[in-house]
């Protein structure tokens, strides 16, 4: 065959030289590209030599130098971030879960009802290293403690208590516990809140109870009124009779005064009876004869008053007989 005139030859060592120019370029430039890796903030990097972990997390932010090739490999985890967990509704919507879901809820309390429980853990990665290493799956594991616990804790206690009063001790309580598991297992993990969504009796008997509800917010309406009145009443009652004490004392009071004060009258008029019977005879018989024939005055509306004579009255001696036919006991009515 006949070579073209414009064929361009190229020598096969150059070839190779040029070959291998070109690895080494690809090389150096996939050397310098894996022999930096950036921390960002809020980041911590895991750097295992060889696939063993020497030294300890790199904490520090900016563009840090490891090994290329492969020889060191990074792990960057975000501690800074909040993580969630929740338990028998959506994260997403609010909404409880689909029954298939739902049963991780289903837990019994201590007087052997069962309450639906929702309820959200928020945590933060507070070691890198031991939440990457430490535990195989560190999030299932850290879910299947907080099943574990709130069990525990909602099972020491009543239905009544889960539902109202003991929610506060509840929560309390699972966080301690959880972080205590937690930190004994080396998830490296740093609960921030367990949260309690909401807790209702199961969908079966939730009419009833809201029945039950009912009938005790009822009956302790019924107690406040009747505590309302017996507020009312009783110190109202104490009054009227303290109040009537006091009439008592007082009418007490004025008839001893007023027996003390006839019973001294009494005494000077015996005491002057006798120095002289006679005089003091007469005065008495003219006080009570006076009073006995006394007038009445009234008011004529004229400034004035007008003398009106009493019913007439007739005095005889007890030792009078046969007069009474001889009066006109008439006569007074015209």
Known sequence: ???????????????????????GVVLVGMGLMSSFYKVNPGEHAIVLTMGRY??????????????PFGIDRVTKVNVAEVRQVVFGFDKDTGRPRTVAH????????????????????????????????????????????????????VGDRTINEVLTVGRTEILQEVKEKLQTLADQYELGI?????????????????????????????????????????????PKAKGEAERTIEDAKGYAIERENNAQGDADLFKQVFSAYQKAPEVTRKRIYLETIGKV??????????????????????????DAKGMLPLLNLNQGAK
């Open 1 to 23: 065959m006949a070579d073209f005139p414009n064929e361009i030859r190229i020598n096969p060592a150059v070839m190779n030289r040029l070959i291998l120019v070109g690895v």
């Open 54 to 67: 020497i030294g300890k997390p790199v904490t520090e932010e900016g563009l840090k130098f490891n090994w």
């Open 102 to 153: 739902r049963d991780t809820s289903q837990i019994v309390t201590g007087d052997l009802n069962i309450a639906s429980v929702e309820w959200s853990t928020q945590y933060r990665v507070d070691k890198a290293y031991e939440y990457l290493f430490k535990v195989r799956s560190a999030v299932e594991t850290f879910r299947d403690m907080n099943e574990a616990v709130m069990r525990e804790v």
């Open 190 to 234: 740093k609960l921030t809140q367990v949260i309690l969504k909401d807790v209702n009796p199961p969908e079966a008997v939730k009419q009833s109870w809201n029945d039950v509800n009912q009938a005790q917010q009822e009956k302790s309406s019924m107690i406040n009124k009747a505590e309302a009145e017996k507020n009312t009443v009783i």
């Open 293 to 318: 024939l006394a007038t009445q005055q009234r008011d004529d509306g004229k400034g004035g008053f007008v003398v009106e004579q009493g019913p007439r009255k007739i005095i005889m001696d007890e």
